[in-house]
């Protein structure tokens, strides 16, 4: 048995597609649903059980010699949340009480860090486990925080010597885009912003530069297909010997003005893009540079090539966004 929390959301309902793809068995799902299209991005999948998080530590009672693996997706993911002490309960604690339990019964667990744990990129964007690095890192907002929490307390447990699961892995995920995403709202990527306004002949919106270094939509993100997430989570499934943080972006910085012109493209459109001020405020805060250093991870062995922004952009927009069902 494989348990992927947050299984019903973006990267979680990716993953248990995958999963699904390789002839994995039972595949949980733990998740919430509520009354939205999220249920969609799992309708297609035959699963064990879909478990409310509230019944989680009940299950994992029950099941604790059935479960080989947890994918742990499940957060409060939007970087404009500002409960934090909702956040901390969802993305601190209960990640503490799973990886406390993996340690227990012997079961691997691999989890979401972010991107956003760098914060302003001050530090740069070398995923460094040690803990004089990780306390110097700064997050901007209470979802980045909470990660690098998390991050932090995994590895002063590894210094410790304690207990710790058979697997573990963080991965640091840059600025993911691709199917299933659509219930996500303002946090949805811009590739899925966009289309709607490229399809219907229309000019897409992109914020303005607020720094002398950068034109407007010059803005730089890693920008990753989802796919490309996932290869590297079947990877590590493959190799179990494989353990620690790493970055997961492709390690090549594209601007905003890429991403929207590779929509308007896909589409066989030439792109019409108007630029509006940043919203004040989030205009102190907004990260105008993004980029992975691969090498840890390439270093472990692993080798596959990532998607080029407009093989990815494309992928998804003929793919999925404009068909009947765009659903994986």
């Known amino acids: 048995m494989i348990i992927v929390t947050g299984g019903a959301g973006f990267i979680g309902s990716n993953i248990v597609a995958a999963l699904e793809a390789r002839g994995a068995a039972r595949v949980v799902v733990c998740d919430r649903l509520r009354d939205g299209v999220k249920w969609r991005n799992v309708a297609k999948r035959e699963l064990a059980d879909i478990v409310h998080p509230d019944d989680l530590d009940d299950f994992l009672k029950v099941h604790a010699g059935e479960v080989s693996a947890i994918f742990h997706m499940g957060a409060i993911s939007s970087t404009t949340e500002t409960d934090a002490d909702k956040i901390i309960d969802n993305n601190f604690k209960l990640s503490l009480r799973l990886w406390t339990w993996c340690a227990a019964h012997r079961v691997r667990f691999i989890y979401a860090s972010s991107a956003a744990t760098y914060g302003d990129g001050g530090e740069g964007f070398v995923d460094d486990f040690a803990i004089d690095f990780l306390a110097k890192l700064r997050p901007m907002n209470p979802y980045g925080w909470s990660k690098n929490l998390f991050d932090r307390r995994v590895a002063r447990m590894q210094a410790a010597g304690d207990a710790c699961p058979p697997q573990w892995v963080g991965l640091k995920f840059f600025n993911v885009y691709g199917p299933n995403e659509y219930h996500k709202g303002t946090m949805q990527s811009v590739v899925s912003h966009v289309y709607p306004r490229a399809k219907a002949g229309e000019t897409a919106s992109l914020f303005k530069s607020h720094h002398p270094d950068y034109e407007d939509g010059g803005q730089l993100r890693d920008f990753i297909y989802v796919k490309d997430c996932i290869d590297v989570m079947m990877w590590l499934l493959d190799n179990p010997h494989v353990n620690g943080v790493f970055n997961c972006g492709t390690g090549k910085?594209?601007?905003?003005?890429?991403?929207?012109?590779?929509?308007?493209?896909?589409?066989?459109?030439?792109?019409?893009?108007?630029?509006?001020?940043?919203?004040?405020?989030?205009?102190?805060?907004?990260?105008?540079?993004?980029?992975?250093?691969?090498?840890?991870?390439?270093?472990?062995?692993?080798?596959?090539?990532?998607?080029?922004?407009?093989?990815?952009?494309?992928?998804?927009?003929?793919?999925?966004?404009d068909r009947e069902d765009p659903f994986l």
């Open 253 to 321: 910085a594209r601007s905003f003005k890429d991403l929207a012109c590779a929509v308007y493209r896909a589409l066989g459109k030439e792109p019409m893009i108007e630029y509006v001020p940043t919203p004040e405020h989030i205009r102190d805060k907004y990260q105008y540079y993004t980029q992975a250093d691969m090498t840890r991870l390439r270093a472990a062995g692993y080798d596959r090539a990532f998607h080029t922004l407009e093989d990815g952009v494309r992928t998804y927009v003929t793919g999925f966004l």
